[in-house]
């Protein structure tokens, strides 16, 4: 079996770090200081307008997940620093998700697999069920990176018990993570971002039909890889994907390069009357959608996820940013990756208009 760091391409996307622990001790001994905790209240913009949000809405929580459940309740889960559990919080509003309680559902096994690099859960419901998606390797080879999923037949996901359904098998043993679900015109989809042995990058995204909500059925189809120079700044890399269907079409976000300021989103777009599992059916934007910006001094905006105001009518942009540009080391041991939102809007020929990310509402120590 190849295993992703024998690969000269997997290695290179993460450099090692020495454990998840060490992750976490770097963060607490971060040289920068985090922003205060968002106060429900808002404050003005730089602009001086009234903004809906309070940015950044969670501290410290990179690639967030944000979904709102027919129960009223927005639920939250993204990746901690220290890359060693999974947890989720829930609130009826979103800026409320900036104060309410957090619990872990779910810890890193001290030994063997789902032991180390717990990355990007997405918490889905499927079926009746809940389901987390999310990226982990053994604790004995913390780069063997695989998706993993966990379920929950309890009608609350802070209740119940979670059971580890396993692996999601995909066509390689290969460095492979950032799973997203969502089902169209009947049927369920996965997309991930995977190395594919024999490329000359580090992921590109795939896509799949589901047999189950941890079994893959049918092809497995390359959508995009690593090819304009902004998804290219340090690493190869496409990652991070995730759904919108609006207006006719199905729009496929992603991230690309490193995990630094030069972090980006790019966008795939298909006709919803398109077959998703041929690659011709999408088309790929020659520029990224989504980057840093010096004005209002938000840096490596990126894997985001989409959600829906109270209203249930506005779409809201969930993303994760530093509010810096300079990082000393490795930038995954730099914990001030923050969770964000903004409303998301519509150009008139019916795409998405990201804009740029916007300036924080919440000042330090308001």
């Known amino acids: 079996m190849s295993r992703d760091h024998d690969l000269p391409q997997a290695p290179s996307r993460r450099l090692m770090l020495k454990g998840a622990a060490a992750a976490g001790a770097l963060a607490a001994t971060s040289a920068t200081p985090a922003l205060a905790s968002p106060s429900p209240s808002l404050s003005a913009s730089v602009s001086g307008k009234a903004a809906p949000y309070g940015n950044p809405l969670v ?3 990179a690639d967030p997940h944000i979904t709102r459940h027919t129960d009223g309740h927005y639920y939250f889960t993204a990746t901690v620093p220290e890359y060693d559990r999974i947890v989720l919080r829930r609130a009826r509003t979103l800026n409320g998700l900036s104060t309410a309680a957090e619990s872990v559902i779910w810890r890193a096994h001290a030994t063997g697999p789902m032991g180390a690099h717990i990355w990007a859960p997405e918490l889905h419901r499927i079926g009746g069920k809940w389901y987390i998606y999310f990226a982990s390797a053994p604790a004995e080879d913390v780069w063997a990176i695989r998706i993993w999923v966990l ?3 309890h009608a609350d996901p802070f209740r119940g018990t979670w059971v580890e359904r396993g692996q999601i098998r995909t066509a390689w043993e290969t460095f492979s993570l950032d799973a997203t679900t969502f089902k169209h015109r009947g049927t369920r989809y996965l997309v991930w971002a995977q190395h594919e042995p024999g490329m000359d990058n580090n992921t590109a995204l795939w896509i799949s039909e589901m047999a189950d909500p941890w079994t893959l059925t049918g092809p497995q189809v390359r959508l995009s890889t690593p090819e304009y120079d902004w998804e290219c700044v340090g690493y190869k890399v496409n990652e991070g994907p995730y759904v919108l269907q ?3 079409r199905v729009f496929l976000t992603y991230s690309a390069s490193a995990t630094d300021w030069h972090y980006c989103v790019g966008l795939l777009t298909a006709d919803a009357h398109g077959d998703l599992l041929d690659a011709r059916s999408w088309s790929k934007s020659p520029v990224p959608v989504f980057t840093s910006n010096d004005t209002t001094k938000q840096y490596g905006p990126g894997h985001n996820c989409f959600t829906v105001a109270e209203d249930g009518r506005t779409d809201v942009l969930v993303y994760h940013a530093r509010p810096y540009k300079e990082i000393t080391g490795d930038p995954l041991h730099d914990p ?17 208009d990201f804009g740029v990310p916007v300036a924080d509402t919440v000042k330090e120590g308001a």
């Open 336 to 352: 001030n990756r923050h969770t964000r939102i903004q409303k998301l809007g519509w150009k008139p020929d019916g795409t998405p």
């Open 246 to 248: 609006r207006n006719g």
């Open 151 to 153: 379920e929950n037949s």
């Open 59 to 61: 501290l410290q929580r």
